[in-house]
């Protein structure tokens, strides 16, 4: 957290849920952590909300998409040959794609 003003009311806030949320040296180590972990997540998503970052290889295709899938049964099916090949036509593919696209992304595709 950068902003001083957000650690600090993280902090406060964390530091109340905590109080509240009844962990005493009689519980197991497990409940401890989990109920220390959840207080966390609580607490970070109050103060820094839920956003999910956009997908970032903007540059997949369908065809990709498509021998990933084929590629992931192979290796599921043990059939090792097909893998290697299908992993170097994804591998081209990609470097192919990136060329075109350059460091920023393909918005195009």
């Known amino acids: 957290m950068k902003s001083t003003e ?3 009311k993280f902090r406060e806030r964390l530091e ?7 962990i005493d040296e009689k519980l197991e180590v497990d409940e401890i952590w989990k109920r220390l972990k959840e207080g966390m997540e609580t607490v970070a ?7 999910k970052l956009p997908w970032k290889q903007n540059w997949m295709n369908a065809d990709i998409l498509r021998k990933m899938e084929e590629r992931r049964k192979c290796k599921i099916g043990k059939n090792e040959e097909q893998y290697r090949k299908l992993k170097k036509e994804i591998q081209k593919l990609c470097r192919e794609i990136q060329k075109l696209c350059g460091p920023r992304g393909c918005h195009f595709i």
Request: net charge negative; charged share 45%.
């Open 6 to 8: 957000t650690r600090e």
């Open 16 to 22: 109340k849920q905590l109080e509240d949320g009844n």
């Open 45 to 51: 998503e109050e103060i820094c909300g839920n956003e």
